[in-house]
T-cell receptor, first 109, second 116 residues
Framework: DAKTTQPPSMDCAEGRAANLPCNHS???????VYWYRQIHSQGPQYIIH???NNETNEMASLIITEDRKSSTLILPHATLRDTAVYYC??????????FGTGTSLTVIP | GAVVSQHPSRVICKSGTSVKIECRSL??????MFWYRQFPKQSLMLMAT?????????EQGVEKDKFLINHASLTLSTLTVTSAHPEDSSFYIC????????????FGPGTRLTVT
């Protein structure tokens, strides 16, 4: 079962930062947080992952709270092509991913 | 790098027939592959974990005799939907893990199955 909860939908103006929150209050000490996104009728695309430190790559930044019970994915300058469903996933011990309902992000021109 | 392909991308079959879906890691060896299904406007649901050379591990509620998984090599896993029925119509997606300390799953583009 998914260990994450996310808002069902969000809007963001093109060019602005998109901040997508995720709650994972039951996360265990050695479980990683992964973010993927899925554009309609395609396979999910890896974005970023982290354990407890903040992470940044060419796509996004991941901010994890100190107690690790929540995190935020930041897309620094959203474009129309960032419109997608974003999934926050906690990787459990057997390396399985249990997807939650995700956040449908719409970037508005 | 880390490309995963699926074949076919779309398939339509008649009720009662079987359909095989292939998942290939094109530029890496995958010790573990996963199979998911996704109904319209819903999230991905994990069906099974497939490890090369061993039997797949199925999630609770997934019929192993209906969804046959074979992971015969480090670059190929297959999912066969046996005696398909209209309720099996769905988007089937596979993913592969590169291993060697990396646990990101790289997803295929998915296969749209329609059973008539």
């Amino acid at each position: 079962d998914a260990k994450t909860t996310q808002p069902p939908s969000m809007d963001c103006a093109e060019g602005r930062a998109a901040n997508l929150p995720c709650n994972h209050s039951t996360i265990s000490g050695n479980e990683y947080v992964y973010w993927y996104r899925q554009i309609h009728s395609q396979g999910p695309q890896y974005i970023i992952h982290g354990l407890k430190n903040n992470e940044t790559n060419e796509m996004a930044s991941l901010i994890i709270t100190e107690d690790r019970k929540s995190s935020t994915l930041i897309l620094p300058h959203a474009t129309l092509r960032d419109t997608a469903v974003y999934y926050c996933i906690v990787r459990v011990g057997g390396n399985q991913f249990y997807f939650g309902t995700g956040t449908s992000l719409t970037v508005i021109p | 790098g880390a490309v995963v392909s699926q074949h076919p991308s779309r398939v339509i079959c008649k009720s009662g027939t079987s359909v095989k879906i292939e998942c290939r890691s094109l530029d890496f060896q995958a010790t573990t592959m996963f199979w998911y299904r996704q109904f319209p406007k819903q999230s991905l649901m994990l069906m099974a974990t497939s490890n090369e050379g061993s039997k797949a591990t199925y999630e609770q509620g997934v019929e192993k005799d209906k969804f046959l998984i074979n992971h015969a090599s480090l670059t190929l896993s297959t999912l066969t939907v046996t005696s398909a029925h209209p309720e099996d119509s769905s988007f089937y997606i596979c993913s592969a893990v590169m291993g060697l300390g990396s646990y990101e799953q790289y997803f295929g583009p998915g296969t749209r199955l329609t059973v008539t």
